[in-house]
């Protein structure tokens, strides 16, 4: 198989913005490791489906090797996966505390090394996590240490890792979305969600795809951490 074409690595690709990623940059021309817990094989060879926990180093260990087996190349990795759980602090439970920092930060780890060790043979790449927007504007209504702990960790490795390997041709940007129009949210929530951001409406999953399709090609770009918020992040 010819390894001209570029390749992307999506982590939580099986549904919602990581399913919608597989399809945009394929649409793109690249072809995509998809990598989440539960996957089917796809019908296209463009897709290599990766089933594993990223919070298992072995996953991320199968999903790189994998890739350059058949495709030859890393050129990006999108860190989507991710849990998030709001609760008050002292209702979280150590299994909600495993749980969450083993995906958004042990995967993001085992998954950004080994493919940056890809990346740095082929001179350059693109890696982007997601985060939040919660970061930057916590909220009393929706409590969310966890989430803060560990996608806070994600906009602060983001730029270190930029500036680690500027030098090397690797790019390393974040985007950090509001409420996101999703199955996971039933239609009755959706004014009440609607009216936590400036712009008096939630973002639909097109709009985290754009973001992402942007940095990826805006070669002057890295460090950078992208609110696709509706303007919470800038104030209420």
């Not at 690797?170 to 936590?196: C, F, S, W």
Request: charged share 20%.
């Amino acid at each position: 198989m010819s390894t001209e074409q570029k390749v992307a690595v999506i982590t939580g690709a099986s549904q919602g913005i990581g399913a919608a990623l597989v399809r945009a940059y394929r649409d793109r021309g690249y072809r995509v490791v998809a990598v989440a817990r539960s996957i089917k094989p796809a019908d296209d060879d463009g897709i290599l489906t990766v089933a594993g926990d990223v919070a298992d180093r072995g996953t991320a260990e199968r999903a790189i090797s994998a890739g350059v087996a058949r495709f030859g190349r890393i050129d990006t990795l999108v860190n989507n996966a991710g849990i998030f759980l709001a609760k008050p602090f002292t209702r979280y439970t150590e299994a909600d505390y495993a749980a969450i920092l083993g995906v958004n930060l042990a995967g993001f780890f085992h998954m950004t090394q080994l493919a940056v060790a890809e990346m740095e043979k082929r001179g350059g790449g693109h890696i982007v996590q997601i985060t939040t927007s919660l970061v930057d504007h916590a909220n009393s209504n929706v409590p969310s240490v966890l989430a803060s702990l560990t996608k806070g960790g994600l906009n602060a490795a983001t730029r270190s890792l930029a500036i680690e390997y500027a030098k090397r041709g690797i790019r390393v940007n974040a985007v950090a979305p509001g409420v996101i129009k999703t199955p996971m949210h039933p239609e009755e929530t959706y004014a009440q969600l609607d009216a936590l951001h400036p712009l008096g409406h939630m973002g639909a999953t097109s709009d985290i795809v754009e973001a992402i399709l942007y940095l990826e090609t805006a070669g002057f770009v890295t460090g950078e951490i992208l609110h696709v918020d509706g303007g919470q992040s800038a104030g209420h």
